[in-house]
C-alpha cells in the first residue's frame, strides 16, 4: 500500500493540469494540406466517415456536427488526402434541405460510381415530422461528375417498408453484387430489434428499386447502423455499429452476400470509442475510417458526445477469413526519427538492462516512468511474462485530479484503457484479449493530441481520448506479477 501511495505521490509532482480541448487544430488555410494523424476541421467535428477512393486520392465525405444548437445539422462535408497523412479539407459537399423536406437535416449513406456518374446516397432527417403521417427517416440520393458539386435527386426518396418502425430507417450502403449482377443496398431498419433490410436495382442512372427483405437481422442490437458490405477474396464482408451494447465496430463474414454469416470469436474491430467504420479500397490495401468522440466538457471524467476525430486503421485478413487491424504503414513510416528512453522516475523493483525494462510487482505496483508526452509520436515495445500479472501496460498522464492515472493495457481478460481516480477505476473502453504465458505481445501505440490508439501483434487496435496526456509523464506499469518489456523506443516525427 505504501508504495502505492508513493507511486501516485510522484505522479501528482509531476503531472500538470488537464488542458481545455486539446482536440482543436490549429488555424490553417482550409484549402491547404495540413498533417495529422487524426484529423477534424478547424471548426466542427468528424462524425460518420463515407469512404471513396479513387485516382489516387481517398475522398472522405464525413457528417460536420458544428456543436451549434442548430435546428438543422449533419451536412455532408470532406477530407481528401493521398497518403491518409496529409489532409485538404473540401467543404460542404450535400447540403441541408428545409422544414417541409424529407432532409432538414442529414444522415449517413454511401459513394458509389457507375458509368461516368457518382451517386450519394443518403439519409434524409426530419424530426419534424415525428407524429405525422410521414416518417422521420427516408432515403434520398444526389449525383456528381466531379465528386465535389453535387446535385439532389428531386422526386426521389424511399421509406420504411412495411412492417418496419416508421421513424428508424437509415445509412444506406450499395454495392456491387457479381454473384447477381445487380446493386444491393443495404439499410439499417427495426423491426421490434435493429435489422438490416435490403434492395436491389440493375441500373443505378434509373433506379427501381425492389424490396428484398431482411439482410441480417440477429436479434440483439436496438439498431445496426452504418452497415459496409464488401468482397474481399473468396469471403463476403459485412461491417455495422451497434448502439446499444458495445456501441462499437462489428464484423461478420460469408461466403455469400446472402449469407449466413459467421460472427467470429472476437468480431470488434476497435472499441467504443472508434465508431461507425466503414471501408474502402485502393488497389492494394482495404482501410477502416470511423471517428473518435470527445468527451463533454473537453474533461476526462466527462461523457461520450456525437462525432470528433476521424481514425483510419489497415484492414487485414487472415488466412481463416477472419479481419485483423493494424497501424496504416504510412503512419508507422512517418514516425521514423528513434528516440531512446531513459527512465526519470521508478520504483525500487524495477530492473532495467540496456532497452529492456523488467517490472517485479510482488504484491502492488511496479513503474518506470520516461518524460512528457509533447506533440505526436509512437510508443513501440515487445512484452512478455513467464506468468500473467494481474494488469500490465502502458502509463499516459495525469490531470489536475489528486491520485489520478490513465492506464492502457491488460486486465480481465481485456484490453483496456483505465482512468484511475481517488482510489476508483473507471474503464473506458475495453476489446476481449487473452493472455498466454511465455508469450510475446508486440505493443505500438501511436499518440496525437488527446488520442491514443494501442496496437497489438499488428492484428488488434484500443483506441481511447485521454486530454491529460499532453504535458504529462508516460510509462510503463505492472501491478502483481512480473513483465518484462523489451526494446522499449519512442519514435517522433523528425
Known sequence: MMKRLFFLFLLDILMISCKKDSTKLEPVNPSMPFFSVYPAPVK????????????????????????????????????????????????QMIGLGTAGQQDYTLGTGSVIKAGNTYYGYYTGHNYLFLGTSHPQEGILYATSSDLNKWTKKTGFLITPPEGYDFNNFRDPNIFFNDVTNEYWMVIGARKNTGTLVYYTTKDLSNPNWAFQGDFYSPGTYDML????????????????SDTNIQNATHYRYANSPSGPWTTPANDLLDSRYFYAAKTTFDGKNRYLFGWVPTKSGFSDAGSKDFAGNMSTHLLTQNADGTLAVNVPAAIDKVFYKENTVT??????????????????????????????VNGPFIIKTTVNFSQVPQSFGILLGAGSVAS???????QNGNAESDRIASGSTVTEASIPFTLAAGTNYALEIVIENSIATMYINGKTALTTRIYAMQGAPWGIYCVNGTATFRNLTKYTLK
Open 44 to 91: 466542427g467535428y468528424v462524425g460518420d466517415v463515407m469512404p471513396f477512393y479513387e485516382n489516387n486520392t481517398f475522398h472522405l465525405f464525413f457528417l460536420m456536427d458544428w456543436r451549434d444548437n442548430a435546428p438543422q445539422y449533419h451536412p455532408w462535408y470532406k477530407f481528401t488526402t493521398p497518403d491518409l497523412l496529409n489532409y485538404t479539407y473540401q467543404g
Open 404 to 410: 489520478q492515472t490513465y492506464h492502457l493495457g491488460f
Open 343 to 372: 527512465a526519470t522516475a521508478k520504483s525500487s523493483d524495477e530492473v532495467t538492462s540496456g532497452l529492456d525494462y523488467q517490472l517485479n510487482a510482488a504484491a502492488d505496483t511496479s513503474y518506470a516512468l520516461f518524460g512528457n
Open 225 to 240: 447502423e452504418c452497415p459496409d458490405v464488401f468482397k474481399w477474396g473468396n469471403y463476403w464482408y459485412l461491417v455495422f
